[in-house]
């Protein structure tokens, strides 16, 4: 499974399978994610390299695993403006002259950012829990018949699968902290509200009532 559709916003799971044998090599899927894009592109450039079937399919999971990577530096790039808006914006800074409403508006706003976000990890947990199934399965039934430094090259995407697991349940952490942080800020507001709104209904309660209840 490889994650699909990052770039126009809308992330969805895009199903792949790989048939592969000494001689060929047969993808099947129903869409058409970017690394196998930018796989095409590197082919023309280093034909050469792409010579056998294991080589193509090597060289594809790499692909697959170097989107990965740049799907999860993006996202960490928008938490880290989430994480800006919430805490480094003080109380003399833009967030504070926005009205109540608008303020409640902007943090909801950052909630569906944030849960955009954790779609998008979401899937790519997903991607990577199937490549980390793949490339071991590949290196035992295939290794007797891998070429030209193949079986090097699968435990390098091994290592980096680790890795990016690693980053990806720290993003997945920050999410969940940052969410809930958004929501006691938007808690925090509606109480503030609610204590003027006391306070005004007090101000002006009938005097008759106010004299009879301090009497």
Not at 54 to 66: N, P, R, T, W
Not at 124 to 131: A, C, M, W
Not at 167 to 181: F, G, K, M, T, W
Request: proline share 5%; hydrophobic share 45%.
């Amino acid at each position: 499974m490889v994650i699909n559709g990052v770039a126009e916003g809308r992330p969805s799971r895009a199903q792949v399978t790989f048939v592969l044998t000494p001689t060929h090599l047969v993808s099947v899927r129903y869409a058409d994610p970017v690394p196998f894009r930018t796989f095409e592109a590197k082919c023309q450039r280093q034909p050469e390299a792409h010579t056998s079937g294991d080589l193509i399919l090597v060289s594809l999971l790499e692909s697959i695993v170097e989107r990965a990577a740049d799907v999860l530096e993006l996202v960490a790039a928008d938490l880290n403006e989430v994480s800006t808006a919430l805490f480094m914006e003080d109380e003399t800074g833009p967030r504070s002259r926005i009205k109540p409403k608008r303020a409640e508006d902007h943090l909801q706003a950052l909630i569906k950012r944030l849960g955009r976000k954790n779609m998008t990890v979401a899937i790519l947990r997903e991607s990577l829990l199937s490549l980390s199934r793949l490339v071991p399965f590949m290196r035992q039934s295939a290794g007797e018949w891998l070429t030209n430094g193949g079986p090097v090259r699968l435990k390098q995407i091994d290592r980096d699968l680790r890795s990016l697991t690693a980053y990806e349940a720290q993003l997945s952490s920050e999410i969940v902290y940052l969410h809930d942080a958004t929501l006691g800020l938007i808690n925090l507001d509606q109480n503030r509200i609610i204590k003027v709104f006391s306070i005004a209904a007090v101000l002006f309660l009938p005097r008759r009532w106010w004299a009879r209840s301090t009497a």
